[in-house]
């Protein structure tokens, strides 16, 4: 009998042990910033004022930056593309009655990113919004 007590004891044990996953397809903020900046896009670490853009989703609070003077870029990093499906959830619940013509949304499997930007009003497009997309499509993936 204390044999078969001392086993579910172990196996409860065993359970209860947080599980190491070595997902390779998980993306790090780091490697983002490191393929925006192999396309040429210039990153300033920095803290923005509290707005929607920059407050956490969920529990992950995003890397902020600053694109090419006074543009933000901000970067949620999280644990898997499930959170991240929660996250964007939580992100137009946020900003459902705002007019966002200057918000620019990416995403990669775990990481999502917003880009508060100035549209050019002659091409529709934002600066640097191809570069990003292009640095993402060339994060290799597990």
């Known amino acids: 009998m204390k044999k078969v007590i001392s086993f579910c004891f172990l196996l409860f044990l065993v359970a209860c042990q947080p599980v190491q996953t070595n997902d390779s397809s998980h993306i790090t903020e780091e490697e983002v910033i490191m393929a925006l900046q192999d396309n040429e896009i210039v990153l300033v670490k920095t803290e923005f004022p509290k707005n929607p853009y920059g407050q956490k989703l969920g529990n992950v609070k995003p890397g902020t930056y600053e694109v090419n003077t006074k543009k ?41 990113i917003i880009y508060v ?3 050019n009003e002659i091409s529709g497009s934002a600066p640097v919004e191809k570069e990003i997309q292009k640095a993402l499509d060339g994060i290799i993936e597990g």
Not at 78 to 86: A, C, M, R, T
Not at 101 to 107: A, G, H, Y
């Open 72 to 112: 933000q870029l901000c970067i949620f990093e999280f644990k898997n593309d499930n959170d991240l499906k929660k996250g964007k959830i939580e992100f137009a619940n946020r900003i459902e009655k705002m007019e966002l013509n200057t918000v620019s949304v990416f995403e990669k499997r775990n990481i999502l």
């Open 117 to 119: 930007h100035q549209q």
